[in-house]
């Protein structure tokens, strides 16, 4: 049974980091694309950042460029999300995804999904 799990979570203020944890266990990973995407309140589900798990390139949409970084450590079989100089407008709940296609922006494209973490910046 494949499974995402998030950790890393939580109430920050602005200008502040915070380092997102995805578990990965169930199958084998080392050919799919990871991603993480989040979903502000009252909003649509929304691309943050994606590498391919074996390695190489990684993609960030514009509004994390500059402040997230997406990794991922296959020996722990752990992907993560460095999130540094937070905004208000960052608050949302993210969630860890996969997928066999390749690199995409659309959240349709990912066959699995983690349960989500909030993440809340406010002063």
């Known amino acids: 049974q494949v499974q995402l799990v998030e950790s890393g979570g939580g109430v920050v203020q602005p200008g502040g980091s915070l380092r997102l944890s995805c578990a990965a266990s169930?199958?084998?990973?080392?050919?799919?694309?990871m991603a993480w995407f989040r979903q502000p309140p009252g909003k649509e589900r929304e691309f943050v950042a994606a590498?391919?798990?074996?390695?190489?390139?990684?993609y960030r949409a514009n509004a994390v460029k500059g402040r997230f970084t997406i990794s991922g450590d296959n020996a722990r079989n752990t992907v993560y999300l460095q999130m540094n100089s937070l905004k208000p407008e960052d608050t949302a709940v993210y969630y860890c995804?996969?997928?066999?296609?390749?690199?995409?922006?659309?959240?349709?494209?990912?066959?699995?999904w983690g349960q989500g973490t909030q993440v809340t910046v406010s002063s």
């Open positions: 590498i391919a798990w074996s390695g190489g390139s990684a």
């Open positions: 995804a996969a997928t066999p296609r390749g690199v995409s922006t659309y959240a349709y494209e990912y066959d699995y």
């Open positions: 169930g199958r084998t990973f080392s050919s799919y694309m």
